[in-house]
T-cell receptor, first 112, second 114 residues
Framework: DQQVKQNSPSLSVQEGRISILNCDYTNSMFDYFLWYKKYPAEGPTFLISISSIKDKNEDGRFTVFLNKSAKHLSLHIVPSQPGDSAVYFCAASALGNYQLIWGAGTKLIIKP | KAGVTQTPRYLIKTRGQQVTLSCSPISGHRSVSWYQQTPGQGLQFLFEYFSETQRNKGNFPGRFSGRQFSNSRSEMNVSTLELGDSALYLC?????????????FGNGTRLTVT
């Protein structure tokens, strides 16, 4: 049973426009969510996180939104840049549980 | 500060052999986790070590094992390799054992089993 789902394997966005990556989860005990970015032949790097007590967190061009009632989170990148082309993973953890549960990833392609 | 270092970067083995992968965490990080990444499967959690003890284990067969040394360096071992073990193996370290503590990943070891 996939507790964290990223239903779009890939997404193509024009440079300068907004990229929206989505993630759904099923476990209502999840209280912390993270986004990681991965380039080919490199390990994932931490991007941004959000606690379940918030519904929005911003860091520069990156904003994560959390909708707890819908068990849905999204990552917005504005404006999208060529260097944003990568695979994006969302991950979740439950209070008291040290293990992160990962989505399958979404490949973001920024077109010039 | 040096990042997480994984060696070797690439490995080619044949079925039935065994392999040992190495991971040096960021200095001061005591938690080391291992993940397997295969196309379309995301990151599958293998195990986590903290203070030389395995604290968590994912749903992998006993052929997959690991250990952590007193300097926090970690190794993982896969015995009796199968074709399906071909994957990118990622090691990650964190300062503390908390799901909210961001993981710092190495660049992985690409294992190919023929």
């Amino acid at each position: 049973d996939q507790q964290v789902k990223q239903n779009s394997p890939s997404l193509s966005v024009q440079e300068g426009r907004i990229s929206i990556l989505n993630c759904d989860y099923t476990n209502s005990m999840f209280d912390y969510f993270l986004w990681y970015k991965k380039y080919p032949a490199e390990g994932p790097t931490f991007l941004i996180s959000i606690s379940s007590i918030k519904d929005k967190n911003e860091d520069g061009r990156f904003t994560v939104f959390l909708n707890k009632s819908a068990k849905h989170l999204s990552l917005h990148i504005v404006p999208s840049q060529p260097g944003d082309s990568a695979v994006y993973f969302c991950a979740a953890s439950a209070l008291g549980n040290y293990q992160l549960i990962w989505g399958a990833g979404t490949k973001l392609i920024i077109k010039p | 500060k040096a990042g997480v270092t994984q060696t070797p970067r690439y490995l080619i083995k044949t079925r039935g052999q065994q392999v040992t992968l190495s991971c040096s965490p960021i200095s001061g990080h005591r938690s080391v986790s291992w993940y397997q990444q295969t196309p379309g499967q995301g990151l599958q959690f293998l195990f986590e070590y903290f203070s030389e003890t395995q604290r968590n284990k994912g749903n992998f067969p006993g052929r997959f094992s690991g250990r952590q040394f007193s300097n926090s360096r970690s190794e993982m071992n896969v015995s009796t390799l199968e074709l399906g073990d071909s994957a990118l193996y990622l090691c990650a370290s964190s300062l503390v054992r908390r799901g909210q503590s961001p993981l710092h990943f190495g660049n992985g070891t690409r294992l190919t089993v023929t």
